[in-house]
Each structure stands twice: as structure tokens, then as C-alpha cells.
């Protein structure tokens, strides 16, 4: 599809700028954290990765945002449709049931079903033309996300399943909702959360939750990452130990230090002033989001921006907070930075449908 | 025209989303601003000690000479198979691996592994001192199986093997109990200590002091830099006052026989030889004893691991006969011509007291009394001194306590004496007691170790010396301990000495006799059952009474002194006499005068058939 070239000017280049530089401050602490042992190579794939995630970016600015979300439905069949395959028929990695085998890629629906989730919800409530919003007014699309995340989360993979609910708390807000269908839906949230805890939960999961309120309860098997994440942060200082010189990272303390702690590793080895430098990158990233969602031309594209900005802080915020050991262990990775395709092309493709929505807002 | 839709309203509520995200990220920097600058201090310290593990060098223990500067506990080089069960994911695996490559039962891997002490990455021995075969296959392997290592240490070797085991000690891991008392204080878990003899009276001295290296290790646990090393520094080598030749004359003259000798300078009280059997092989316990070893040895009816030297308590029998003659000398109840009728009883306070000899020994002077070792002589010299002076002069030559010999767990033996028996029995004390106590029966217990210090006494004119074992301490030597004068005067050494003199010569020990050198000795024989209870089965070995010999020689300028016992050999100057006169032939380099011929002389004490406290 051609793309007028009028939509290029409104292209937002900081936003893509500070995007490509948190790419590169990932690649290069791939490189740190894993030059010394066995992943040799990784930050070449990561590289490849990200090429394939502009393109996809790319693609997705071609395309009409209102064209993307008036086929949301069909989307949803689609996405639907491929986690119950990979929950019937994916392979068993570690334990769990994410993945989708195409040749020599693999790539998790899940990741998908985020930004699928996002156009559905922008669309649905876009069309409720109400003022105000009761908790009737939210069954049906709540209906639909919900059917994702329980699918997601008997992958197992709660991190990604809990990504779903800040799109759509923020969508129904935006749209309207009653203070009095918020405090319902906290009191839902709550009752169905104990009701998991209660049967749905793994022992592997309670264990972590457990492990996170007393990690001395286990120092060497599930607090394990959280207490090893905190000392590289903490050690890290003011300034850091200097690029490729933590001791945690290098010395293999660190958990899953190239993917889900990478940011641990920035935090060790480049100290507060890195880390401070790099959550400013993601406000600056989630600020001209949401600006993205004020300029937009109508209900649709705000919505469809807020929700996709709401997934990604939620994963930034989770995932440092986590570094930190602020909350419990959860497979989530670090939007650009972490390493991992799926990861790093919903990154782009969430950024590519926030470009979309800013470039026509003036067109119609 | 465009058609914009009315999104006002949206402004207020997208911009409480905006602001909400501010202020998580705010929050999020708030607290790294507390983890990495507030209590940077603190996480790096636990960063330091994630990376930098400290791991002892274990400081060689001190070698032992004997007087003669010949080895006698040594290091050898030797190699120990670890595991490290940190360093794997999968222990069944490396188990079964190992009990493969060590052909060792993975059983006994496990019983291992559990027994692990002390912190965390501490490797586990699964073979000690293992093959040179044994060290090539496992590092042949340190790729595939890097959990399993080879840990060079130096082992403590024992040259003479059984022959000083219990003088010289044994090592091994720190026992509970030693962990928790004050000699031990401040060692840890795991560490190898000394448990018996001079290893464990002196272990502090041989431990030196450990070294430390402090090395940079992955989470694997794996090692990959040295920061830091501090060299161990060996324990100090020590000379003990042993005589090798003459503790090898000791072991072959005993021939394995159940039983202790112990030979001493009578001038200093230097110990120059120690033997307790049956004994068992130190290096077994160097290298880690199996249990099942272990097990047999503490629960074997003869107590191998006992040093009977200085921990079995015997009835002195006639050899307390030279403590009766110095005590009644210098209290002048009996001079050296006193003479006394022997029948071959006594019959005092109603009851019959035999002598060995039962048509008598007819009418004897004390040097005649000794040699032939008359009990009656004895039963009067008792009577007339009385139990009291008895005890009195049994506790100056250092009966009923220890004598302080650098050994741990000395004992101190038996006097008994009116107030003991008070005491211990509630009962007073009859006088037919005394006449049993005269001739060293009737309760009085004594080690080898105290027989020998009498010996030693009348051989340096009537000092009591202190047993000791260091000669010098890396070199330098050790100030002898100072011996005790007891006051005797020289006639009664001389009259005692006399009646030694004649015990080899003519009397009762004269297989101890040598030509060229005069010994001095006095034999002597413990009963173990009643004299009637013997009579029922004169052949039973564990019946039979226990064989002393005390002796001194050359008499005249005395260079040794010795006791030795011959447990259940029937009458000293049998079994016991014969031991010593060996022993003394190689030291002189003399030959014995009597070569093998057994000697026609009994002296079996008959004492009462009434046991002491029954007596009336």
C-alpha cells in the first residue's frame, strides 16, 4: 500500500530515536552479559531482531490504524485460535507451552495477543457512545480479554497474562468508567485473585510469591534471583563498576541476566546515573505515547494508543520493579532491551501503532 | 471538511494515566537511589562475598624426631578425591559416576555426603588418599565432571607403625566433643586434630597455623582468579625424648603379648620408650578410618586404643614390696639386718596369711626378703609400719594421682587408706587389711608408669621425677621438669637397692640378668580372681595373674629405669623379667646371662582367702 507522503512529516522521530537507543544500550549489555560464557553471538540475533522489528514497524505505519481495528474481531479468532494450539499442540520448553515452531523460528503468540487485545478493546469501547461507563458496560470486552489471559496464563505465563489488564483498565477508564465500577472491579480483581491463588496457581508459582515476601526462606532456589538481582543493583553504586566488569554479571550470580535481568545488568555495571539515564529513555517513550493519545483524531486511535502504552509501562515498570526486588519473579521481559525476537518485535510493532495513530491525525 | 470527533473530554482522564506514570517511574528512581547510593556500601559487601570465597591451606603439622634425630611421624605427600555437591545439578548422577570410576559403593559416597560439615562449597572426601591411578582417572575428567576433584594434602605417616601408636598419638577430623572444650577452642569443624598420645597433648603446637587463600569463584563455585594467599606456616618439628632402637627392642621383646612397658631416665624422668598392647596402626587413622574399622577397635574386649602405660590401673602385687622397704627403712621400724621367721604363713588377727613359699622361707634379712620376695617378711614390716605410713609414703612416690606425664588421660591409680574407706564404703579399717596392702594386694591399683617412677626413685637416690616426652621444640631445647627430693636417706636407698641388686642376681627376676651390668629389679605378680577361684581352674588364661618387673641398670650409675607388665603371664620373673632383661641386653649391647631357660622360682602371692574388706 502506498503511504502518502504527507503522513512521513508527522512521523514522530524522537520517539523512534529514544526506541533505537534503548535498543542499543540492550544490545551492548548483551554483550556484557554474556561474553564470558556459553551465549556467544547472541547480540548478532539480537541485532537481526531488531532489523526485523523496524520492518514490522515499517508495516504496521503503512496500514490504517482504523483498518487494523475494524478487523480486530477477525484478529481475535486468529490469535485465539494459536494459543489453544500452543496449548494443545506446542512443544513443552522448560516446563511450559508458549511457543510456535515455524522452520527455524519460534516466536510466542502470547506477545501478539497483546497488541491484538489492544485493538479490540480500542474498537469495542470506541463504540459505546455513553458518557459514563458501569460495570455492565464492561462485561462484554472484559469477557473477551479475559478469555486471553486465562489461555496465557495456563501456557504457564502469568507475567504475559497479567500484561492484559492495564490496556484494558486504562481503555475502560479513558472511556468512561464509574469510580463506584472501579472499586467493583478492584473487589473482582481481588475475589478471582484469591480464588487462583487458591486452585490455579502452581506450587512452583506460590513458591515464588512465598520466596519473594522471605527470600531468606530459600536463598539458593527461588529467592535465589530475586537476592542475587538486588546485590547487582545495590552493589552497582552511584556510577557502576564499569561496562563488562559486575562482578554478579560476570561471574554468572545473576539469573537470566540477557533477558529478563538485563536491566539488572545495566544497573550493576553502569550504576544509578545508567540507570536513571535509561528510565528517563522509557518515560520520554511512554510520554510521547500517551501525547499520541491526546493528539489523536478520534476515539479509536486514543484508545488503541493508551492501551498500547499501558501494556508497555506496565512491562517497564514490572520488570525494574523486579530488578529491584520490589515485586515477585515474573518471566517478563524489558521492552527493547531484553533479549529475545517475540519481545523485541512486539516492541516495535506497539511503537509502530502508536506512529500510526500520531501520523493521521490529521488525515481522513 | 473534517469531522473531528469531540475528545475534551478524554484530556482530563489521559492526563491522571500520564501523571500516574510519572510518578511509578518517580518512585522507581526514588528507590534506586536508595539500593544503589543509600546501601550501595552494604550490597557491595554481599557482592564481595558472592565473589571472593576464603579457603584455608591446611599448615603441614609439625614432624616428630626421636632423641636420635630419626623420623618419627612424618607428612607424606598424598592426594584426596573430593566432591563439591554445589558444583553439580544433577548428584544421583554424579554419584553413580563416581562410585564407578573409584569402585566404591555409591552407597558409601551417599553416607559421605551426608555426614558433611561446615559451610556451604565445602568439598566432601569420597576416597582419601587415593591411587595414582584413582588421581589420573578424575583428572582426566575435570571437563565432563567438574563437581569431582583431586585435593593434594599432606598425610601423616607413621613409621613405626603399631610399635608407638599409643605414645605418639593419631589424627584426624575434629570430634564433636573436642569442638566444644576449651583445648580446642577456635578450631572448626572438619579440621584434622590429634585424638590421642603427644599428637593430641600437643596439638596445639604441631597444628601450626593454616593458610588462607582467597580466590574469586564463579556461582558455579568454580574458581577463577587468586586475590589474595597467605602461606600456611608449618608446626614447629619436635624432639621427643623416644629412643626408636630401644621402642623396637620394647615391641619385639613383648611379642604381642596383651600388656604395657614403659622405660624411663631415671635421671630426669625422660620417657625413652612406651608400649601398650595390643595396639593398632595410626595410619589407618590419618588417612580417615572406616567405620567399620572404627567400631571393631573401640568395642574389641582388649581396648586397643587404651594406653595402658598410663591408663591401666593394676594391683602392684610384690613390687610394691620396694615401696614397703623405703617407707619402713626411713621410718626405722625394720633396719636392713631385721630379721624375720618365715614359715611359710603368718597367723595374725584370726586369720592365716600365706606365703608363696609354703614350706618357708626359713629366717631372712630384708636383701633376702626382697630377692626371694617373702610375703611374711612383709606381712610384719606391714604390721609394724601401719596403714597410715603406708599410704602416707605410697602417696610421696606418687601413687593415687597422676604423674603429670605430657599424655592426656592419665589415671592416677589407688591407695586405699582408712579415710578412703570411709568415705567409699562407709566402713572403718580392719588390720588384716594392712597386712594384705603390705605385699600390694587388696586394692591398691597402680600403673605401669608410677611403678616405673618408684624404680626410677631408687635408682636417682630417692627423687621422684616427672615422665615427660619433649626434648626440644624446633631445635631449641625444652627445660626438664625438676624432680622431687623425697628426703630418704642414702643408707635406706642403699638397703633397697641391695635387695634389688639380689633379685636379679639370686633371687626371683634373674632372667633379667646380663653380664657385664648389673641390673636391680623386683618381680611381681597382680591377681586377678581369688586364690580360690584360680585353684578351680588353673589353666584359664584370663585367670591368670598379671606379670610385673621393675627394674634400673646399670645399679651402680643408673641410665635407665623400666616397668614392665605381662598381662595374665603368670609370675613376673617369668614373663615380665625376661621382657626387660631383653630390652636391656640390646641397650647395653650386652648379652643375657641366663639365655632362655625357664626360671624354677614362683612367687605367686597366696595372700588371704578372705578378700580385705571381709577380712576380720
Redesign the interface.
Known sequence: MPVDRRLLINIDWVLVGACLVLSAIGVATIISATHAGRGLGLEVKQIYWTLIGIVALLVSVTLDYRRLTDRALVLYVFIVAALIYVLVLGPRIQGTRRWILLGPVQFQPSEFAKLVAALLLAKVFAESKR?TLGVRDILGPGTTVAVLVLLIAAEPDLGTAFCMLPPFL?VA??A?LRPKAIAIIAGALIFFGGLGWQFALKDYQKNRIYTFLDPALDPRGAGYQKI?S?????????SGKGYKNG??SQ???LPARHTDFIFSVL?EEM??LG??AV?GL??LV??RS?ET??V????VG?FLA?AIT?GL?FQV?YN??MV???VPVKGLPLPFMSYGGSSVIYSFLAVGLILNVRMRR?A? | MRIYEDLRGLQGRLAIIQWVMVGLMGLLVVNFWQLQVLRGKYYRNLAENNRIRPVPIPAPRGLLFDRNGRVLVDNRPSFNVVLTTEQTDDLDWSVKRLSGLLQIAPAAIRDKLSQKKGPQFRAVVVKPDASEQDVATIEARRLEQPEASVDPVPLRSYPLGQGAAHVLGRVGEITERQLESEAYAGIEAGVTVGHAGVEAEHNRLLMGKDGLRRVVVNSRGVEVAEAERQPPVEGPSVSLTLDTKLQQALEEAMAGRPGSAVAIDPRNGEILAMLSLPSYDPNEFAKGIEPAAWTELSKDPLTPLMNRVIQGQYSPGSSFKILMSLAALQEGVITPQTTFNCPGYLNIYNTTFRCHKVEGHGTLDLRHAIALSCNVYFYNVGVRLGIERIARYARLLGFSRPSGVDLPSETSGLMPDPDWKRKVYKDKWYPSETVSISIGQGGVLATPLQMARVAAAVANGGRLVKPHLIKAVAGVPVPEPPAVDLGFHSSVIEGVKAGMIAVVAEGTGRRAQLNGITVAGKTGSAQVVTHARLEQDRKAHALQPHGWFICFAPAEKPTIAMAVLVEHGTAGGQSAAPVAGQVLSRYFGVPLAIPPAPAPEQDTPLPSPLSPRAAH
Not at chain 1, 230 to 238: E, F
Not at chain 1, 296 to 299: I, S, W
Open positions: 458518557e486504562a477508564f479513558l468512561g542475587q538486588q546485590i547487582a543493583v545495590g552493589s552497582g553504586g552511584l562482578s554478579q561471574l554468572g550470580y544497573a550504576g544509578f540507570v536513571t528510565l522509557y518515560m511512554l510520554w500517551l493519545a491526546r489523536a483524531r478520534d476515539r486514543a493508551a499501558a509501562a515498570v525494574v520493579a529491584a526486588g520490589l490529521f481522513n
